[in-house]
């Protein structure tokens, strides 16, 4: 399978974003999902200029959202304009109408401004008052979110964090890696020797390619008990929903893709737990008390599953 494309992209992220090979895999798996990233972290670590380079790696329409408490749904999706000489009403598009959408620092809003996302994320469509309007594909929301006991942050609520197919943090990065960001921030700022490798309609391409993988009935099975196991897990108030076993065969097919295979394997979906299911469970009061991680239940949660054997491995 033909994955060059894909690489190129990954290629072009790793230029400006430096020791995070693994983190920007995921970005684009979140992408040929067709899905949307949270991307969880303190200030300053290089997430504007990942979306923006994601974006331009694309030559793909793209809008930023600075959210703060003051915020309004109409801020967003836009707002009905009188027009004196029609004595009517014009619809003005809100920054929504994008394709690539950086919702910057999404927690800083109000759970109302947060939901008007909501839609648009699960549908790809705007309703208003009169009329739907359907977005551009690729259509990818990409939201900053900065960690809770930060001030002024609202948790986004589970309905919002259940659209997001993955959660992903950059972190720090190396020693060796920071001072080769001080040598090359102006270009990196700059977005210096990031060119567009491909199309809006190579993009939909894969896209579709990942969405028609075939998947053994071994794998979903795979899938189902691990989100079942999770709903009874004792470590957890609130295991995986459908919709999240739904996103972990889209991701696991996006990383088979990935790799160059048109088939996924039990190793893919296990990379992909994590990141599509770490956000949307809730720990229970005894295990938030024990300080345990979400990381460490999920690697209990895949303990607790038997892995199939393929025979077309």
Not at 46 to 53: D, E, H, W
Not at 254 to 283: F, N
């Amino acid at each position: 399978m033909d994955n060059s494309k894909a690489l190129s992209v990954l290629t072009n992220l790793k230029k400006v974003i430096k020791g995070k090979d693994d983190v920007l895999e995921i970005v684009v798996i979140a992408l040929l999902s067709q899905g949307h990233l949270l991307i969880e972290d303190v200030p300053g670590v290089g997430k504007t200029t990942l979306v923006k380079a994601l974006a331009k790696s694309m030559n793909l329409d793209y809008r930023r959202i600075q959210f703060t408490p003051d915020l309004m749904p109409s801020d967003i999706i836009g707002v009905n304009v009188f027009q004196k000489e029609t004595s009517s009403f014009v619809f003005r598009k809100g920054p929504i109408f994008t394709q690539i959408l950086l919702a910057d620092e999404i927690n800083r809003t109000s759970p109302k401004t947060q939901s008007s996302l909501l839609q648009a994320m699960e549908e790809g469509e705007v309703s208003t008052e009169d009329m739907d309007y359907i977005l551009e594909k690729p259509f990818m929301v990409l939201a900053t979110q900065n960690p809770l006991e930060y001030q002024g942050t609202f948790p986004l609520p589970e309905a919002q964090l259940d659209r997001f197919l993955m959660r992903i943090s950059l972190g720090y990065p190396s020693k060796n890696d920071e001072i080769e960001i001080l040598q090359n921030y102006q270009g990196i700022r700059s977005l210096k020797g990031i060119n567009p490798v491909v199309s809006q309609n190579e993009i939909i391409d894969m896209q579709n390619t990942v969405a028609s993988l075939k998947v053994h009935e071994d794998i979903l099975s795979y899938i189902v008990r691990i989100s079942e196991v999770s709903r009874s897990y004792e470590d957890l108030r609130l295991g995986a929903s459908p919709r999240a076993s739904i996103d972990l065969l889209k991701a696991s097919k996006a990383c088979a893709y990935i790799r160059g295979r048109d088939y996924v394997i039990p190793d893919d979906v296990k990379e992909m737990v994590v990141p599509v299911l770490g956000h949307r469970l809730i720990l229970s009061p005894e295990a938030r008390i024990e300080r345990k991680n979400v990381e460490s239940i999920l690697k209990g949660v895949l303990k607790r599953v038997t892995v199939p054997v393929l025979s077309n491995e």
